[in-house]
């Protein structure tokens, strides 16, 4: 993009309906994961974690045996190293291992085993960042915050038409619709909603638009109808 380029943000009305379409989608079509049956914020914390950069299918076994081994916070900060790593290690990304453990032992230190329940503390756990902290605070504490990855930039883009940087999840504009898109009920359902139909319909290279719920007034699809 342009440095003087001043991209324009879609109307709350748009995005509130893009959103209602989202979530009444997810209702009947939404991925089931033990974590998001989970009501503890830890082990939500600890998903989304392992869900950085790796698909939730190769999560599931892991977080499943992760949490009989651990299955508090406290249990985890007493944990050895070599232990954590055992578990966590199919899933590759050796950096993240360390930062479970640290992340517990801060948690059990410095916020008495109580997993924060606001962005500016919980952004400074290790191994914690914007994407991961947006994503607990709205399936664990049921909070109305933004979450932005490359998947739902591209959602963004296709569906609003919206011009995105190569960073597009660090582009402002994007962060403010998805600001504007936390806003509202069910702010749990609307971030696994958005994450589900990324995975599901909206996907990198060939989107499933035949089966997009908001396909009616999508940029994408409209502009390719055109050509």
């Known amino acids: 993009m342009a440095e003087n380029y001043c991209p ?5 009305k748009e995005i509130a309906i893009f959103r209602r379409k989202i979530i009444f989608w997810f209702k009947k079509n ?3 994961y033990l974590w998001r049956k989970e009501k503890d914020p830890f082990k939500v914390l600890v998903a989304e974690m392992m869900l950085r950069r790796t698909k939730a299918d190769q999560v599931a076994p892991i977080y499943e045996q992760f949490c009989r081994e651990f299955p508090d916070v406290e249990t985890l900060a007493r944990a050895n190293q070599e232990a954590v790593e055992k ?3 199919p899933l590759g990304l050796k950096w993240r291992v360390p930062a479970f453990s640290m992340m517990a032992r801060e948690v059990v230190e410095k916020y008495h085993s109580r997993v924060p329940d606001n962005r500016e503390e919980l952004t400074s756990l290790p191994g914690v960042g914007e994407y991961v902290v947006g994503a607990v605070l709205s399936i664990a504490y049921g909070k109305n915050e933004w979450v932005v990855d490359s998947n739902i930039v591209r959602i963004f883009k296709r569906y609003f038409g919206i011009e995105t940087s190569k960073e597009g999840r660090r582009d402002k504009h994007v962060i403010e619709v998805a600001k504007i898109y936390a806003k509202g009920k069910d702010p ?3 971030t696994m909603g958005i994450l589900d139909i990324t995975a599901l319909i909206c996907r990198p290279g060939k989107p499933l638009c035949e089966r997009c719920p908001l396909r009616e007034h999508c940029h ?7 050509e």
């Open 220 to 226: 994408y699809i409209l502009s390719q109808k055109k």
């Open 188 to 190: 749990g359902r609307a």
């Open 30 to 32: 939404g991925r089931v």
């Open 87 to 89: 578990i966590l290690h």
């Open 8 to 12: 324009l943000i879609p109307s709350r």
